[in-house]
């Protein structure tokens, strides 16, 4: 993130909203709980079925590792466009918000409901900013 948006934010009070937000913690830990689900399923699968291949047990902790990664992987690909909507959303909030209010108007009230000093904080730095220009 560049420093004039960093400053945007933090300057409109949505740089609070931003630091509440704990979307990419919480994505990444849903994908690692996907990845210990996978991991759990793939162990299970080999202990029921005893494949010829891993009878001895030796590719156990192999095929344990590659399907957490590979479960990990997938659900992290997946969620990826849910935190990008998210910073898109804030980062529109802070520089237009004006836009935010015509086009996505439930996202901007659910914004102002959970975080009321930030309605306050965006109408004055566009005052601000007209006044500059």
């Keep these: 993130m560049t420093d004039s948006k960093r400053s945007s934010l933090r300057d409109t009070g949505i740089y609070v909203a931003v630091n509440?937000?704990?979307?990419?913690?919480?994505?990444?830990m849903g994908a690692v709980t996907i990845g210990y689900a996978c991991a759990l399923f793939a162990y299970i699968y080999l202990i029921?079925?005893?494949?010829?291949?891993?009878?001895?047990g030796e590719y156990t902790d192999t095929v344990v590792a590659i399907a957490f990664v590979i479960g990990f992987q997938i659900t992290n690909v997946l969620t990826t466009p849910?935190?990008?909507?998210?910073?898109?959303m804030l980062v529109l909030a802070a520089?237009?918000?004006?836009?935010?209010?015509?086009h996505h108007a439930e996202i901007y009230t659910e914004i102002i409901?959970?975080?009321?000093?930030?309605?306050?904080?965006?109408?004055?730095?566009?005052?601000?900013?007209?006044r500059d220009s």
């Design 20 to 28: 509440e937000l704990v979307i990419g913690p919480a994505l990444t």
């Design 48 to 56: 029921k079925t005893e494949p010829t291949y891993n009878r001895e």
């Design 113 to 130: 409901d959970r975080y009321p000093g930030v309605q306050l904080s965006l109408l004055a730095s566009r005052t601000n900013a007209s």
């Design 82 to 88: 849910i935190a990008s909507g998210v910073d898109a």
């Design 95 to 102: 520089s237009e918000p004006s836009l935010l209010m015509a």
